[in-house]
Each structure stands twice: as C-alpha cells, then as structure tokens.
C-alpha cells in the first residue's frame, strides 16, 4: 500500500465489502461475522491503519475524553459555547481536550487528527472561516470518530450538526427596521467562505424582497478589511440620502460602525440605527446600548454534546436548530425623516 494515509475506503475495495462494515469491524460491531471482522482487522494492521484506533477498538475501551476545537479562545460566543460543552460533558463524566484552529484551516487539520490519534471519543467543531476541502473529517469520522459540527456547516460531510436559525434571526431583524419605517438599511457581511455569512445575508435579502424592496449591491459592504469598511461606511454616509439603518453581521462590527459614524458626526439612533448580532457583553457597554439578535451559544455547546452521545447509541445523524431572540436595546429608532 504506497498510500501515506490508509483509509477504510481502501481497506473496503481491497476487501470487496462496503466502508460500512470496515467500519462495524473496526468498531466492534455485532452485524458481522467474525470471519470478515479478522479479515479486515488483519489488513487494517498489515497497513498500518491508524494502529491507535484499532487498538482502541480491539480493547473495546474509551478514553472518556471528548475533543472540541474553536477557531479562537478570545471570542465570548466560543467560549460560552465552550462553557456549555464542558458543563455537559462533566455531567456525562467524560473529560475535555481543547483546541483552537485559530481560524486557520491547515492547524485546525492537523489539532483534529492529533485529536483523533489521542483516541477521543468524539469531536464537537465550529469549524475556521477557510472552507477548503472538508474530506479529512469525513475520513476521520470513517474510521470511527463520531463528529458534531458547531455553528457552521460543511455540506461535504454528513454528521449531526446544531446551528441556530440565522437566516430567521437576521430576517426578523430587518423585519424590525422595516417596522419602524426604515427603507434604505445597509449590511454588513461576515467573513467570506463561512454559512453563517451566508444565511444572514440570505435572512436580509429576504426581509427586503418581502416588502419589494430592491436589493441595491452599494448597500452591502464586506468586513475582510477593517480599515477598508470605515472608509466606506464615511464615505456613504457623508451623502445627503444615507441609509438610515444597518444590519451588522455582528455585535463587534456593529461597534465598529457605531463609532466610526460617530467620528463624523452621526448620532445613534437618531440619525442612523443599527442592529447587531449575538448578543456579546459589548452590546451592553455600547453607548446608546446595542439591538441585536441573541444567540444562545451556551444551549449550543450542550445541544452538541448531547448529538454526540444521541450518535454513540443510535448511529444516526441529527441537525438541530436553535432558535435566536430579537433583543431591543437603545441603538434603534424609527428614522429622522418621520420627526421632521
């Protein structure tokens, strides 16, 4: 086998049986016979397959360790989720292995086999911003390392996942701005290459064409660069007919554009509101004090525990979503025009 990396594919074809029971075999499973289960754990040692995992099997042991990776530590909606991984999984009596793919794809690669090869028992990820390619986890999960997926979907594999409803959570949103009367609502966009993106500019785009609003590309800015986004946002709203109201991708960028407007002069809300989302403590220490939209990141990291544990007993796959909460604070008010 010239192979670098064995995969229960390859033990499957040479074997002419399906992955599936490579797997059942690797895994101890009882729907085989035990003629085709040493065929296949003889073959699996004969190329070094993942010695670790086969060990793990054969012994029909578990590490009662569970790994979750997050692309960073320094972000409150990860670390609540991560709070409530862990308070689950202390309650289930299992231990946590913790990593962070500091939102790079090649490290969050390589801390997912080191997880795998440290012999977990499962892995819950909120995956980095890099959607490259995603075949690793499916190779991973293969050979018998169950997977969650946190907050962010991969549709190149099939596992359990829990997000919250983002489309709905940014769709109601704007739903609010066009309640109070706003028609020109500007957004700001996450980080490219991610769903959560996605399905909140899908949730915008929605609200707009509910009411017949076109969608206009000028109103839709991109938040890769820092700098580049304030010299837009001053730019736009220097002009006479300004938007009157943001949706933001998220509470920290929504305070970004909340002082940046401010630089030139703007007052928050009466001259332009602004509606956040996640609901971050900074929402609350923003002067006027941020609208957003809650996600419940604690439940989240919970929910995955259970989705794993639900996996370990039923082998099946599960996608939860969680539902987001409109919170109105001080940023928002109906717009200047209906005053004057």
Known sequence: MKKDRVTIKDIAKELGVTPTTVSRALNGGERISEKTKNKVISLAKKWNYRPNIIARNLQNQTSKTVGVIIPEFNHNFFSMMLHGVEEKIRELGFQLMIGSSGRNYDQEKSTCFKMSDAKVDGLLI????DMKDYSYLQQIRDEGTPIVLLDRICEDIDTSVVITDDFQGASQAVDYLLSL???KILHVKGENGISTTFNRYMGYVEALKRK???IDQNLILTSEDEIELKKQLISIFNQKDHPTAIFAFSDYLAFIIM????SIGLE????VSIIGYADEPISTYTSPKLSTVKQ???EMGKKAVEL???????????????????IIRESTLEPKALFD
């Open 212 to 214: 017949k609003i076109p």
């Open 296 to 298: 419940p990141s604690f």
């Open 126 to 129: 909120a995956l980095s911003k």
């Open 268 to 271: 928050i809300p009466k001259d």
């Open 259 to 262: 002082e940046t407007l401010k």
């Open 308 to 326: 794993l544990f639900d996996y370990q007993k039923e082998e099946k796959y599960q996608h939860v979503i969680l539902k987001t909460k409109l």
């Open 181 to 183: 009367g706003h028609q």
